[in-house]
Nanobody
Framework: VQLVESGGGLVQPGGSLRLSCAAS????????MSWYRQAPGKARDLVAV????????NYVDNVKGRFTISRDNARNTVYLQMNSLKPEDTAVYYC????????WGQGTQVTVSS
């Protein structure tokens, strides 16, 4: 299993970013996928989940209405569209197969700052 996150960067408050997670080594469409984030000095937290088909999604309360998780099973990629970004969204973002103990990838750094 390999998961490679990308798309992070420095953005001003109110801005947008789209993160990507390219997956390989397993049958992608058979697994729900999750995005997590870890802010400096804090635990890694779940942000959003999407079912294998992409038909069901769930979000933590503090990103609802701002973040959208999606997937392209033909490209073995899961995305996280982040809008109306806030400084408290600053973190390293990771993806993982939902409910597994896959090794964490390198993550992608998102910094929201003016």
């Amino acid at each position: 299993v390999q998961l490679v996150e990308s798309g992070g960067g420095l953005v001003q408050p109110g801005g947008s970013l789209r993160l990507s997670c390219a997956a390989s080594g397993f049958t992608f469409s058979s697994y729900a996928m999750s995005w997590y984030r870890q802010a400096p000095g804090k635990a890694r937290d779940l942000v959003a989940v999407i079912s294998g088909s992409g038909g069901d999604t769930n979000y933590v309360d503090n990103v609802k209405g701002r973040f959208t998780i999606s997937r392209d099973n033909a490209r073995n990629t899961v995305y996280l569209q982040m809008n109306s970004l806030k400084p408290e969204d600053t973190a390293v973002y990771y993806c993982r197969r939902t409910g597994t103990r896959d090794s964490w990838g390198q993550g992608t750094q998102v910094t929201v700052s003016s």
